[in-house]
Every structure is written in structure tokens, then in C-alpha cells.
């Protein structure tokens, strides 16, 4: 099984490429949902044991969590240290049956693939792109977002241009969904002559 990494900066349309691909009959994991998930269940208590006040009602209260971690670097290594784990069991079991099922490709659709060196874990990995004013634009239409929220979070993203250098494929979604839809279909195509990324012995498919 053929093991894609979808990522991309916010605002370039990872997300509606990922549906793309499951449209396509492939199996996508979700790392933000997985963890909205976890928020509300096997990371509740290590979070609050950790950052003591975040849970309400029995959930992670994601701007509380936020403000304690915003700017705050040790703090966010510590969330890191609990959350990631967790989802990458999460990621394990999904892979899992998804060869049990027989599927020929699976997609991990990681926000932070390259920050996280998640790039080791796949085969060939998906960058999706479009032109920085219409990222900027696309994102500002989003409720609550300002240019300040919106630098910050490009600060901490690797730079377009960078992943666009260590991707396999990179699916342009300026041309709108038809375009995109057929950039999906073509990559998809691709893939049995491509040759995979090396991973690390203990990360490669059985």
C-alpha cells in the first residue's frame, strides 16, 4: 500500500484536496480532526493534568488551551509531547485497516507534515498551492481572522516555496475544483510508476 502525506499552508485548500482523494475511493486520515477527537476523549486528562483548568464539561476547551500555550515554547512542547503520540496511535490503526481492507493507497492529511517530520513516514507526499494573494485572501474571509492571527500562524509553517521543493506532487488549487479535482485524478495515475520515498525499516508497510 502506497502511502501519501497531504499538507499544505493554511489557506491553499489541503482540505477540500483531501476530500478529493476520498471522492477517489482512498482512505484519508485526518490529523485535526483526530485531534479534536482526542480533545474530547484519551487526552482530556493529560492535558488538564498538564495545563490544570483548560477542561470544561468533560472536553479540552480549545481557546483556554490556546492562551496557555500561545507564544509560550516549553509550553507547547509539553502539549506536543502528549498529543502527538496519541494521534499518531490514532494514524497506526487507521493504516492498519486500510491494508486489511486492501486499499492500494491510504492519504495522511498533516497540516505540519515537514515541521513534524512526518515527511518520513510516507511514500510520496502532496503539497497543495496557490498563489500568496489568494491564500491571504482566502484566509482573511475566514470569521475571527485578522492579518496579525494570520502572519502568526504562517510564522510557524514552513514556507510555500520550501515544501513546494520537497514535494512529489503539488496539486495548484488557484484553478478552482475541476482543476484541482483532475490534478487529484492524474496523481492518483501517477502512482504506480513512481518510485516510493525511502522511510526508516520499522515505518515501511508490511
Do not use: C, W
Not at 491571504?136 to 502568526?152: H, I
Amino acid at each position: 500500500m502506497r502511502i501519501i502525506g497531504l499538507t499544505g499552508s493554511v489557506g491553499m485548500g489541503k482540505s477540500v484536496t483531501a476530500r478529493m482523494f476520498s471522492e477517489a475511493g482512498v482512505p484519508v486520515h485526518d490529523a485535526d480532526a483526530a485531534v479534536h477527537r482526542l480533545y474530547e476523549g484519551d487526552a482530556v486528562a493529560p492535558v488538564e493534568a498538564a495545563f490544570p483548568g483548560v477542561t470544561v464539561d468533560g472536553r479540552i476547551d480549545r481557546p483556554r488551551l490556546a492562551a496557555r500555550v500561545l507564544n509560550d515554547a516549553a509550553a507547547l512542547k509539553t502539549l506536543e509531547a502528549i498529543v502527538h503520540p496519541l494521534v499518531r496511535r490514532e494514524e497506526e490503526a487507521f493504516l492498519a485497516r486500510a491494508r486489511a481492507d486492501g486499499a492500494p493507497v491510504a492519504v495522511l492529511d498533516i497540516p505540519l507534515l515537514f515541521e513534524t517530520g512526518g515527511d518520513a513516514r510516507v511514500d510520496h507526499v502532496v503539497v497543495v498551492s496557490a498563489p500568496a494573494d489568494l491564500q491571504r485572501a482566502r484566509v482573511l474571509r475566514r470569521p475571527g481572522m485578522t492579518p496579525e492571527k494570520f502572519f502568526a500562524i504562517l510564522a510557524k509553517q514552513m514556507p510555500d516555496a520550501e515544501k513546494r521543493r520537497r514535494a512529489d506532487f503539488v496539486v495548484d488549487s488557484s484553478g478552482g475544483f475541476d482543476s484541482a479535482r483532475a490534478q487529484v485524478r492524474a496523481i492518483l495515475a501517477a502512482l504506480p510508476t513512481r518510485a516510493p520515498r525511502s522511510r526508516p525499516p520499522d515505518q515501511t508497510a508490511p
